[in-house]
């Protein structure tokens, strides 16, 4: 995950998608907006 020059690295030990409720956590605890994550895309 990159952020202006933040560079975040979040490891998947299960090495598929992460859940709904797991990305809601790491992006709050980022400060990352759902709508800033969606523009990321």
Known sequence: MIRD????????????DIGV??????LKQASISRADWMAMK
């Open 5 to 16: 020059d933040l560079v975040l690295t979040i490891p998947n030990p299960h090495h598929g």
């Open 21 to 26: 409720e797991l990305l809601k956590r790491i």
